[in-house]
């Protein structure tokens, strides 16, 4: 997710994957309205891409605009009772390098440090199991 758009609804940025580009993600329902209806939907065909276009509207805006990028979660293969998922670590380690942040790996990546960090978050980036009813994230356990 990123910040609230001009429309006043937070913004998300979908990065189409693989078998994932024909999905009409405004027409996917949550919370009994559909998406589109919700929040404000960026399509990007990479992080790269989503960036430099970014970058460049920044640098046209006024100052205040320009903390935009600056706090992004990026979450890779928190550990826990699941089997690690293959390069999980290491999706996260690019996006947190491309976005000049320090990821949240392993056992840093619990629910308290997670949810302290969401609501300051213009970007945010699990890499992570979930589970099949989309309602839950299995980060690592809190420290004893």
């Not at 056992?107 to 949810?115: I, N």
């Amino acid at each position: 997710m990123i910040k609230e758009s001009t429309t006043g609804k937070p913004s998300l940025l979908i990065i189409p994957q693989e078998n994932t580009f024909n999905i009409p993600y405004a027409a996917l329902r949550l919370n009994g309205d559909h998406l589109c209806h919700q929040v404000t939907l960026l399509e990007a065909f990479s992080l790269h891409s989503f960036i430099h276009s970014t970058t460049r509207m920044k640098s046209t805006k006024e100052p205040e605009d320009s903390d935009q990028m600056e706090e992004s979660l990026i979450v890779g293969n928190p550990t826990n009772d699941l089997p690690e998922l293959p390069r999980a670590q290491q999706e996260a380690e690019m996006i947190a390098r491309i976005l000049g942040v320090t990821p949240l790996i392993g056992r840093l990546a619990t629910r308290c440090e997670v949810v302290s960090r969401l609501e300051s978050a213009a970007i945010i980036h699990f890499a992570c199991h979930g589970s099949n009813d989309g309602r839950s994230l299995f980060l690592a356990p809190e420290k004893e």
